[in-house]
């Protein structure tokens, strides 16, 4: 009798987790001036030679704006093919840049070039810098995340969002203490996408669910978070030119 109540208790409460974000259903339309993919490649002219390093990953330069405040992130390879994630910040549309700023160095894939463009978001109200990114680190490989909260003067110890060997691109989105994070799931047989989110700015994830169905296929996500609503885009790998949508309210 005691074990039937333990596990009816059990059961109950497993019920009632719910999924963090009530999800809209999935549309699609295509692509178009301003998605992400198309607007990655803008900001790379004039990256400095960084010592230590012997080539920028031109593909992987990744903006983020508010008004004239430009913030560029970037792979650096070093002589052993293993890269160091760099930050750069100009105050006056990229006319000046300031010091490029190192955000995270254990990586130890020996991948060159060969990786997914980091994601960027920058929240001008707090002056906060949100970085996702994967990378082959000591303590195992995947999905991390780094913010500043002084314009990327300073990053805090990055944070994992999610383990696994297959190499992931990712996107974050944030306003103050809040953060959204979309990446492609590096465990999963099939393209699909997962999300964590954080109302601690990033400092624990305690919440995480998927984004898209596992009939749907989708890669090359981005993601933005306004108030409590969110809006998450992806590539579809089997169709060219179809951009997949869907939206949601964090709970």
């Known amino acids: ?80 093919s293993n890269g160091v994630l760099f930050l750069q910040r100009s105050p006056d549309e990229g006319k000046r840049w300031q010091t490029p700023v190192e955000v995270d160095a254990r990586d130890e894939g020996h991948r060159g070039c060969s990786r997914p463009p980091p994601g960027i978001s920058y929240d001008s109200a707090s002056r906060y810098v949100y970085l996702v990114y994967f990378l082959d680190a000591t303590d195992g490989a995947g999905v991390f995340f780094a913010h500043s909260m002084d314009e990327g003067k300073m990053f805090h110890s990055p944070v994992p969002v999610v383990y696994g060997s297959s190499p992931s691109r990712a996107s974050v989105a944030g306003h103050g203490d809040s953060v959204v994070v979309v990446f492609e799931d590096p465990n999963s047989a099939t393209p699909t996408l997962g999300i964590v989110l954080s109302r601690s700015t990033g400092h624990i994830f305690d919440q995480r669910g998927q984004v898209t169905p596992e009939e749907i296929r989708a890669d090359a996500p981005w993601v933005s978070l306004e108030k409590n609503q969110i809006n998450v885009w992806w590539m579809t790998p089997d169709v060219v030119d179809r951009v997949g949508h869907r939206e949601g309210v964090w709970r």
């Open 1 to 80: 009798m005691m074990r039937s109540a333990i596990l009816f208790t059990a059961l109950g409460l497993v019920a009632c987790v719910k999924e963090p974000v009530d999800w809209g259903d999935v549309s699609y339309r295509h692509s178009q001036l301003g998605d992400l993919p198309a607007r990655s490649a803008v900001m790379s002219a004039g990256l400095p030679q960084i010592p230590g390093t012997v080539a920028s990953c031109v593909r992987t330069v990744v903006p983020a704006n508010s008004h004239a405040e430009i913030f560029r992130a970037w792979w650096a390879v070093r002589s052993d």
